[in-house]
């Protein structure tokens, strides 16, 4: 089982930036296609970025609406997955998730099955 825990985010303003980093524990850093999801108020949950790696190389995932400002990234040796955030808009606002055991290939990225989330963290960005 994936332990995850998020920390980062907070307020910016647009334009801004900010970075949201996700640790995990349990099996190796890498055994589960991870990535990010944000809720905004009364809105569902939307898929954001996703990142896996396999023997046959790595496959990375961007909603259209984050391609070119977002940027995913992982440290292995410490076990983190990052989110970069530049050129943050108001409508960026919202919790962001950290997940574990996605289903993940450049062009798309699903939670379905077993999927282990972080605690959320708010990102709020300021017109």
């Known amino acids: 089982q994936v332990q995850i825990t998020e920390s980062g985010g907070g307020l910016a303003e647009a334009g801004g930036s900010l970075r949201l980093s996700c640790t995990t524990s349990?099996?190796?850093?890498?055994?589960?296609?991870m990535g990010w999801f944000r809720q905004a108020p009364g809105k569902g949950r939307e898929v954001i970025s996703c990142?896996?790696?396999?023997?046959?190389?790595?496959?990375?995932f961007y909603a259209d609406s984050v391609k070119g400002r977002f940027t995913i990234s992982t440290d292995n040796a410490k076990n983190t997955l990052y989110l970069q955030m530049d050129s943050l808009q108001p409508d960026d606002s919202g919790i962001y998730y950290c997940?574990?055991?996605?289903?993940?290939?450049?062009?798309?990225?699903?939670?379905?099955?077993?999927?282990?989330w972080g605690q959320g963290s708010q990102v709020t960005v300021s017109s």
């Open positions: 990142f896996t790696e396999s023997v046959s190389g790595t496959s990375t």
């Open positions: 349990g099996p190796p850093f890498g055994f589960y296609p």
């Open positions: 997940a574990a055991g996605l289903s993940v290939t450049s062009s798309s990225c699903a939670a379905s099955g077993d999927i282990y």
